[in-house]
């Protein structure tokens, strides 16, 4: 099994729902969590309060929402529910509604589900693998796809051309000098209100244009959350978010570039170049 199947199972997986609007679609996708013991009504109530606090910023990429709320005792194991909506309903998010699929994540550590949120974002980001499981008629089949794709190798990130001398780049990359003379700290935080879920979508797709570029070895990407990235911004170049929690953190002193499509590495890629002196 892979890191993501892991984490599912049949009963947790609902297709073609019904939802009346954002609200009760991840009271749905909770109320699978809760049925296997995953955890109380506690925490689906907290993953509905998440988005009345801090906006629709669990809407990472068009149609889907990544639904979660932080640690807590009301989370019983680590686990996710799949729910995919027969009419979309809007979250609220300008660039990604209506969102048709809502997963789920009851996390009783920051740590457990690394791999899988990995696993889930390299399969999401693939326009053949989305429409896979949007036309999926089983369980059954959502996790074979699932199973099948997530140990696939990944490819170069949507084609994108790498920078010119990005792979001999000795020195590691500089930032562009915006007047401020302080020297590059070659290092990238993704942000989110919780900094273990829609920042690690955001982490691994930024990873991948690194790695694509041949800077993985030269910077550092940390997944945080709203009120940690404050204190740790000045050690870092710059910050990747989303616009709602671009919104809370204010002015840093450093760049922060809103991403609207967490799984498009094309996207982050112009925003790199943006960023950085190449």
């Known amino acids: 099994m892979s890191e993501v199947t892991d984490l599912l199972s049949p009963g947790r997986i609902s297709l073609d729902a019904t939802a009346t609007d954002w609200r009760d679609a991840i009271s749905q996708a909770g109320r699978l969590l809760e049925l296997e ?3 109380t009504e506690e925490y689906t109530r907290s993953m509905i309060a998440n988005v009345e606090e801090k906006g629709p910023y669990i809407v990472v990429a068009p149609g889907f929402a990544f639904a979660h709320a932080r640690p807590s005792e009301a989370v019983r194991r680590t686990a996710m529910s799949w729910l995919r909506l027969q009419t979309p309903v809007p979250f609220g998010s300008p660039k990604n509604d209506p969102v048709s699929l809502v997963v789920a994540l ?5 740590k457990t589900h690394l791999s899988a949120m990995k696993g889930l974002a390299r399969v999401l980001a693939n326009h053949d693998q989305r429409e896979a499981l949007e036309q999926a008629d089983s369980e059954q089949q959502i996790l074979d796809i699932l199973e099948r794709e997530t140990h696939r190798t990944p490819t170069s990130p949507e ?4 920078p010119e001398h990005a792979s001999t780049a000795q020195d590691g990359p500089n930032p562009q000098d915006r007047g401020t003379g302080a020297a590059p700290k070659n290092k990238i935080l993704t942000v989110c209100g919780n900094g273990l879920g829609t920042s690690l979508f955001l982490k691994n797709t930024l990873e991948q244009v690194l790695s694509h570029w041949g800077w993985a070895p030269f910077i550092t990407v940390e997944a945080t ?7 740790k911004a000045k050690e870092a170049d710059l910050i990747l978010t989303s616009s709602e929690i ?3 953190l204010g002015d840093l002193g450093i760049p922060v570039k809103v991403i609207e499509n967490f799984t498009s590495s094309s996207e982050i890629d ?8 190449i």
């Open 270 to 277: 112009r925003a790199l170049r943006d960023s950085y002196d």
């Open 225 to 231: 959350d709203t009120i940690s990235a404050k204190g």
């Open 246 to 248: 671009s919104k809370t």
């Open 37 to 39: 013991h995953a955890c």
């Open 159 to 162: 084609g994108r051309s790498k």
């Open 106 to 110: 009851a996390a009783t550590d920051a």
